[in-house]
């Protein structure tokens, strides 16, 4: 059974950083894509950032390029965000989401996403 634990969600002041973890167990780690979705209230879950963990590329949404990091540890099937340079729009539930497809690229393309973990609660505030 594939399980997704995200951790690392708290309340930060604007311009403040944190990292979220992403903990996979019961998923073939390599060669995938991982990405890191949110949600804020009243809003469509949007893409943030994806890592492909066979070459380790990696995508940006716009709105949060040059501020965040995706970044994975093979060793630990984990998965991090870096958020830096915060703002008060950052706020939202983040969500790690796995694709099954071997091999191929997704992106950000949230139906390509077969399991997704419990999400995290980050909160900026100005």
């Known amino acids: 059974q594939v399980q997704l634990v995200e951790s690392g969600g708290v309340s930060v002041q604007a311009g403040g950083s944190l990292r979220l973890s992403c903990a996979a167990s019961?998923?073939?780690?390599?060669?995938?894509?991982i990405a890191w979705f949110r949600q804020a209230p009243g809003k469509e879950r949007e893409g943030v950032a994806v890592?492909?963990?066979?070459?380790?590329?990696?995508h940006y949404a716009a709105a949060v390029k040059g501020r965040f990091t995706i970044s994975q540890d093979n060793a630990k099937n984990t998965v991090y965000l870096q958020l830096n340079s915060l703002k008060p729009e950052d706020t939202a539930m983040y969500y790690c989401?796995?694709?099954?497809?071997?091999?191929?690229?997704?992106?950000?393309?949230?139906?390509?996403?077969?399991?997704w973990g419990q999400g995290t609660q980050v909160t900026v505030s100005s």
């Open positions: 989401a796995a694709s099954s497809k071997k091999g191929l690229w997704v992106g950000l393309a949230r139906d390509e996403y077969n399991y």
């Open positions: 019961g998923y073939t780690y390599s060669s995938r894509c």
């Open positions: 890592i492909y963990t066979g070459s380790g590329a990696t």
